[in-house]
Each structure stands twice: as C-alpha cells, then as structure tokens.
C-alpha cells in the first residue's frame, strides 16, 4: 500500500511538474496579456455581445497561437537562455524538456489555434499566421543583430488586437470596417516601447551577455532610452483618444485612458531624471496595469 502511495505520489509530481513546463514554455503570464487584447478587441466590435462559448473559443485559439510563437522563441534562444539567470530555468534552455518535444508541441498548438482562429474568420487565420512566423522568426533572431528589432517585434505584439476585431466580422463580411481593429493596434504598437525598454533597462546585464541588441542607444541604458520613452508616451496621449472619436466608446472611457497615458509620460520623464533600475521598474509595472485598465475601461464604455 505504502509503494503504490509513493508511486502515486511520484507520477502526480512529474505530472505537475510538467503542466509547469509547459506554462513556461508558452509564457503563459505574457501570452494571457496577449489573449487578453485579442478578446476585449472582439468584444468592442460593433454587434458583437459576450458569449462565453466565443470568448472561451477565441481565448483558447489565441493561446495555441501565441503559446506556439513563443515556444519557437525559446527552442531558437535555448543557448541564451541557458547563459541568463532569468531565463536559465526554462524547461527547453534546461533541459528538462528536448528540442523535439518542443517542436512537435510548437506544430500541434499552432494548427488547433490557426484552425480556431479560422473558424471566426479567414482573416483571423491569416493574421494570427502572419504575425506567428512574424515573431518566431524574423523578430527573435533579429534581437541579436540590431535594436530594430523591438520595432519589428512591436508589430506582432499589437496584431492580436486586429486578430481580435476581425474575428468579430465572420467569414468575408464585406461590410467589415477594420478602422477600429487599427486603433486598437495603435494603442497596442506604442505601448510596448516604454514597456519593453523599461525590462530591457532593468535586465540589460542578462542580455548584453546574451548578445541582445534592445536598447536604441548601443551604449545601453542611457538618457536617450529615457527620451524614447517619454515620446513613445506622448504619442500615445492622441491614440488613446482615438477610441472616443471613432464612436468605438463614451467618454468615461475617453478620461481614464486619458489618465493612463499622462501617467505613462509621468513615469517616463522620472526614467529619464533618475536614470536608475528603480525608475525603469517602475515604468514596467506601471504598463502592465495600463494595458489592463485601458482595454477593461473601453469594453465597460462600449458606445
């Protein structure tokens, strides 16, 4: 009785053990944030009510789909991954899961989410296609070439929000308006500057050991990185009014992503006064909750 306790003990152990896996593997935290905006951007679609059924079908099919691109990212980045403390614990860099397994999880997560995504909209398919092979392969070797790569990477961060709004359109509905889907990748587009700088600032000995290029200035943290900030903020204050202008949504909504992006800019020029670790946190933190209250803020405002 006692053996067939510690056996069973020993499988549900290597059972969660790797359930955890595969949550690091996807990046499950980065890749629910990502989810995230595709919903709330199919739920702001003119028409459109919430469905669970919908939504649980479109969160899944984005998951598959981000979870595969960022698994294609960690299979490349394995020998880095390996060399970084932040990094150095995932299941691929490891060891604890092989390239092969990695790869045969990449190819069957991608076709059950692009056939998800195909089943709200051909449109959907293709975008989330396009913005997969986007990210696992032009942006993540690119990291290692030149900082344009945050540009090139901002593109498929920010596509999810088209993905999200097409799919609330069916299957070639000709009068499908994408103007809205393009504002809301907008938002998307400019926020991950300051955000993404800021983690790179924070991690910037990680990843010049790394060989990453992804800073703008090749100097690494510097009052420049901090100007790039605060105008990617700026920019993002005329955006984020947007929403309100297209009849997407009211005004209470207009006035809270208002807030958000004059805090952006607040934190932003402390980046650059400070020039310290504890500023660009700061900037990280602070874009986290923004993506959050800003898209909650449009869905609740709805027009």
């Known amino acids: 009785m006692q053996e067939n306790n510690t056996i069973s003990n020993s499988t549900s152990f290597a059972l969660a ?36 059924l919908k939504v649980l079908l479109l969160f ?11 698994a294609i990212n960690q299979i490349l980045e394995r020998d880095t991954d390996a060399m970084m403390k932040r990094t150095s614990k995932r299941p691929v860099a490891s060891g604890r899961m092989s390239v092969i397994e990695a790869w045969v999880f990449v190819f069957i997560a991608a076709a059950v989410g692009l056939y998800i995504m195909y089943s709200f909209s051909v449109e959907a398919a293709l975008i989330s ?19 344009i790569a945050v540009l090139v ?3 498929p961060g920010a596509l999810p929000c088209l993905i999200g709004w097409v799919a609330g359109f069916g299957h070639g509905e000709v009068h499908a308006n994408w103007i809205g889907g393009w504002i809301l990748f907008g938002i998307q587009f400019l926020w991950q500057f300051p955000h993404f700088w800021a983690i790179a600032w924070v991690a910037h000995k990680d990843y010049s050991m790394a060989g990453f290029k ?12 901090a100007l790039q900030a605060i105008l990617y903020s700026i920019i993002m204050v005329p955006v984020g009014l947007l ?25 932003s020029v402390m980046l650059f006064l400070k020039m310290d670790v504890k500023a660009a946190r700061m900037v990280m933190f602070s874009s986290y909750f923004y993506l959050m209250l800003v898209f909650l803020s449009l869905y609740a405002d709805k027009a």
Do not use: Q
Request: hydrophobic share 50%; proline share 5%.
């Open 17 to 52: 053990s790797k359930v955890k896996d595969y949550f690091l593997l996807i990046k499950f935290t980065l890749s629910f944030m990502v989810v995230f905006s595709t919903v709330v951007s199919y739920l702001l679609v003119p028409g459109i009510s919430f469905n669970l």
């Open 60 to 70: 899944a099919g984005g998951m598959l789909v981000t979870g595969s691109a960022n």
């Open 153 to 155: 990477g901002a593109i």
């Open 214 to 225: 992804l800073l703008p200035s090749n100097e690494g943290p510097t009052k420049f990185t």
């Open 129 to 147: 296609a396009g913005s997969l092979l986007l990210y696992g392969f032009v942006y993540t070797p690119l990291k290692k070439v030149n900082s």
């Open 243 to 267: 929403p309100y202008l297209n009849n997407m949504t009211g005004i209470v909504s207009l006035w809270i992503v208002l807030g958000c992006n004059l805090y952006m800019v607040y934190v």
